[in-house]
């Protein structure tokens, strides 16, 4: 998620560690070992002020563990002022069977706690993205890596399956194109969390592609060029 320029600092990390701390989550492994991975991949062995230290400085990432030892990645970057949460494929599903429940849950927990941290750190964009559906739709973008808001007026040129947007930029954001099935939830301070699905166990990569294609073509119909220009 995209927070306010130059707002990641040590007492927002410990806001967010915080909140993970509510949702179950804990940066102690099993073994109670803190994990701190460095940019050029080496483990480090942290103390609770190292880590808060190196993710106020975008110079390590981490682990937070739940108590079924189910580890969730989090990272920063003080350049783009970004808190990123990431989950291993190895814990999802991708077919809406009961058996996914267990999955169901986590993601459930997972993206009520970024909403939280939203919410908390003043955010002022941010998705929840599956790494599958993104390479469907990844050539096509002008900034396929970019986590900036869209200037006020426009849609996001890239949705997410859930995107958040402050009260402002969502009030200010024309509607999304006829025939698009998106629900939209408001938080206590008014932004916006836009759900383009309800079961994250089913998860389609191609109608995430189709949804974009249409979505970008409805949004230069209308005359509202994506971020960077339009692309023709």
Not at 3 to 17: K, Q, R
Not at 64 to 89: C, F, K, M, Q, Y
Not at 205 to 223: D, N
């Amino acid at each position: 998620m995209s927070l306010p320029p130059g707002s990641l600092t040590a007492d927002l990390v410990e806001t967010v560690l915080a909140l993970a701390g509510n949702a179950g989550l804990s940066p102690h492994r099993p073994d109670g070992a803190i994990n701190g991975f460095q940019r050029e991949g080496d483990l480090l062995l942290l103390d609770h002020r190292e880590l808060v230290a190196g993710l106020a400085a975008g110079t390590i990432a981490t682990n937070l563990w739940n108590s079924e030892g189910v580890d969730i990645w989090l990272a920063t970057d003080p350049e783009t002022s970004a808190v990123v949460l990431s989950l291993d494929s190895c814990w999802t599903w991708r077919s809406p069977v009961p058996e996914a429940e267990p999955y169901r849950r986590l993601h459930g927990g997972l993206t009520e706690l970024w909403v939280a941290v939203a919410e908390r750190t003043g955010a002022l964009f941010g998705r929840v993205e599956d790494e599958w559906s993104l390479e469907q739709v990844y050539p096509s973008l002008t900034k396929p890596v970019s986590d900036a808001p869209p200037p006020p007026g426009r849609r996001p040129e890239r949705m997410g399956w859930w995107t958040y947007v402050t009260a402002e930029l969502y009030r200010r954001m024309p509607p999304l194109p006829p025939g698009i099935d998106a629900t939209v939830r408001r938080t206590a301070s008014g932004a916006a969390v836009i759900a383009l699905l309800d079961d994250p166990a089913a998860v389609d990569p191609l109608a995430f592609e189709r949804f974009h294609l249409h979505h970008g073509t409805q949004t230069r119909l209308a005359g509202i060029d994506p971020p960077g220009g339009s692309r023709r």
